[in-house]
């Protein structure tokens, strides 16, 4: 059994981010996602904060951006790296307000999906520099950017991750 050490991680980079001086507030929810019979028919069910998990485990991680102000708050990024000892699986679905943008070193840089690295190769004896597709579970950080929130709004951002 594996531990759930990257959750203080990520509530701690949520926390610093909450503690500023800014109106705007993260709240940090992980819940494991696991598939469960209901009537006969597979449903998925949430389990908030889990102790433990195992490696293949999906976990949904869902930051709740709040705008405690009274004036509407324009172009503010939220940031959550991709924890270690998982692998970023997908966008949580039906949660969309923000552009997301990804990074594969560390949240140094940023870019829409797919994200593409430079390779040298080579062919036929010669060396040759090519673009090819990141593979998603190799992204490291996610960052949204929010348009705009509106005075006391809130806004849901997330993604699933898979345990190693």
Known sequence: MKHLKFILIISAAGA?????????????????????KVNGKATEQLTANPKTTLPGDVISQVVTVRNSSDKTVRQFPVTLPVPKDTRYLN????????????????GKTFAPAPLKRRVTVTENGKSVTRDVTVNPN???????????????????????????
């Open 16 to 36: 610093a981010a909450a503690q500023t001086a800014s109106p705007v507030s993260l709240n940090l929810v992980l819940s494991l996602v696991s598939t469960v």
């Open 91 to 106: 966008m949580e679905k039906e949660l969309d307000g923000a552009q997301a943008q990804y990074s594969i070193d560390g």
């Open 138 to 164: 190799e992204y490291t950080t996610v960052r949204w950017t929010v348009s705009e929130l509106s005075p006391n709004g809130t806004l849901k951002l997330g993604y699933r991750v898979q345990v190693k």
